[in-house]
T-cell receptor
Framework: NAGVTQTPKFQVLKTGQSMTLQCAQD?????MSWYRQDPGMGLRLIHY???????DQGEVPNGYNVSRSTTEDFPLRLLSAAPSQTSVYFC?????????????FGEGSWLTVV | DQQVKQNSPSLSVQEGRISILNCDYT??????FLWYKKYPAEGPTFLIS?????DKNEDGRFTVFLNKSAKHLSLHIVPSQPGDSAVYFC???????????FGKGITLSVRP
């Protein structure tokens, strides 16, 4: 997981609160993305970015915002947290090429919404 | 509509034997397939991949087979080791991008 840093590792939120999950990579990758992992659901794509200033929705974007002002950072914002957003969140970055070993994941952020 | 399917949630094998993990897909536009391994409390790590122009790719103990006509791929681990015990995710992508669609994962347990 070298090169992709996520913070915080653990967070508990109350329903309605807002927060930002931070993601930074130091590999100069153009492509960055956020996934959530839920029991029995695998990893589902929330939002992704193919470069600074460019973002797009994934499979489950509702309730989340993203922005990409720099190549290095791709924060994920929860504007009004809901219990359904309790999950493990993974940030990933890649060079956008076809080689799978260029896609790196962070260690994950465990979020609980009560 | 799940485009990448790992229908078996778990697999248990004896150390030294072969582990075969299966994956099916429905989207014929997928042309690049990857396997990721995940330990608890860690992020997924890349294991092996295969392009749709190939039917086999081998890396040490790990071999991935692709059957495009059946829209099926499998990961073979030979010989299996206790350290291989983890969750394995199959993933697929289209074109030259890193946007991945994942299966639900399969938990592999290798018994000593």
């Amino acid at each position: 997981n070298a090169g992709v840093t996520q913070t915080p590792k653990f967070q508990v939120l109350k329903t309605g609160q807002s927060m930002t999950l931070q993601c930074a990579q130091d590999m100069n990758h153009e492509y960055m993305s956020w996934y959530r992992q839920d029991p029995g659901m695998g990893l589902r794509l929330i939002h992704y970015s193919v470069g600074a200033g460019i973002t797009d929705q994934g499979e489950v974007p509702n309730g989340y915002n993203v922005s990409r002002s720099t190549t290095e950072d791709f924060p994920l914002r929860l504007l009004s947290a809901a219990p359904s957003q309790t999950s493990v969140y993974f940030c990933a970055s890649g060079s956008g090429g076809r080689s799978g070993n260029t896609i790196y994941f962070g260690e994950g952020s465990w979020l609980t919404v009560v | 509509d799940q485009q990448v399917k790992q229908n078996s949630p778990s697999l248990s094998v004896q150390e030294g034997r072969i582990s075969i993990l299966n994956c099916d897909y429905t989207n014929s536009m997928f042309d690049y397939f990857l396997w990721y391994k995940k330990y608890p409390a860690e992020g997924p790590t890349f294991l092996i991949s295969i392009s749709s122009i190939k039917d086999k790719n081998e890396d040490g103990r790990f071999t991935v087979f692709l059957n495009k006509s059946a829209k099926h791929l499998s990961l073979h681990i030979v010989p299996s080791q206790p350290g291989d015990s983890a969750v394995y995710f199959c993933a697929a992508s289209t074109g030259a991008n890193s946007k991945l669609t994942f299966g639900k994962g399969i938990t592999l347990s290798v018994r000593p």
